[in-house]
């Protein structure tokens, strides 16, 4: 993937346009990732429990049998329920497209750029600048008293006192 296609995606209207519905396209990515991980644990069990023995090893098999099978089956049945809740509200997504229907072209630029010139026309018009109430005569300090600057302090270590 370039960076221009991640531009792209990023300004397009399909990631930040809250009308269109993609989840129904990624349950079918969701249930893959569940295959996958119903694997990874399948193939992990069979080795971890073979680890303390054949005995362990054949009752570890049958939990990859009995909870793999129950995993499966859950999963399948959360991703079609998944499905179906979309398509049974799919005709209330149809009404708000037509309600807002998409205008062509937008992109997050375009919609804050929109945004800035609609507040830009909101703030009222100053037709002279105020000018600050007349300020009191500035009296300056008395210039301050000659002061001798203190000698400098010297660093290290202290001299030793001469013995005599």
């Given at each position: 993937?370039?960076?221009?296609?991640?531009?792209?995606?990023?300004?397009?209207?399909?990631?930040?346009?809250?009308?269109?519905?993609?989840?129904?396209?990624?349950?079918?990515?969701?249930?893959?990732?569940?295959?996958?991980?119903?694997?990874?644990?399948?193939?992990?069990?069979?080795?971890?429990?073979?680890?303390?023995?054949?005995?362990?090893?054949?009752?570890?098999?049958?939990?990859?049998?009995?909870?793999?099978?129950?995993?499966?089956i859950i999963l399948r049945i959360v991703c079609?329920?998944?499905?179906?809740?979309?398509?049974?509200?799919?005709?209330?997504?149809?009404?708000?497209?037509?309600?807002?229907?998409?205008?062509?072209?937008?992109?997050?630029?375009?919609?804050?750029?929109?945004?800035?010139?609609?507040?830009?026309?909101?703030?009222?018009?100053?037709?002279?600048?105020?000018?600050?109430?007349?300020?009191?005569?500035?009296?300056?300090?008395?210039?301050?008293?000659?002061?001798?600057?203190?000698?400098?302090?010297?660093?290290?270590?202290?001299?030793?006192?001469?013995?005599?």
């Amino acid at each position: 993937m370039r960076f221009d296609d991640i531009r792209k995606l990023a300004t397009g209207n399909i990631l930040f346009d809250l009308r269109r519905i993609i989840s129904p396209r990624l349950v079918t990515i969701a249930y893959l990732l569940g295959l996958a991980a119903i694997a990874l644990w399948a193939v992990n069990h069979f080795f971890f429990s073979f680890r303390f023995g054949f005995g362990n090893g054949l009752w570890g098999l049958l939990e990859i049998a009995v909870f793999g099978l129950l995993a499966l089956i859950i999963l399948r049945i959360v991703c079609e329920g998944v499905i179906v809740y979309f398509k049974a509200h799919e005709s209330e997504a149809a009404q708000i497209e037509v309600i807002a229907p998409l205008r062509p072209g937008t992109t997050l630029i375009d919609d804050v750029r929109d945004a800035i010139e609609e507040l830009a026309d909101r703030e009222p018009e100053l037709d002279e600048p105020e000018t600050p109430p007349a300020a009191a005569a500035v009296v300056p300090d008395p210039a301050p008293e000659a002061v001798a600057p203190a000698p400098p302090k010297k660093r290290g270590r202290p001299a030793k006192p001469k013995a005599e």
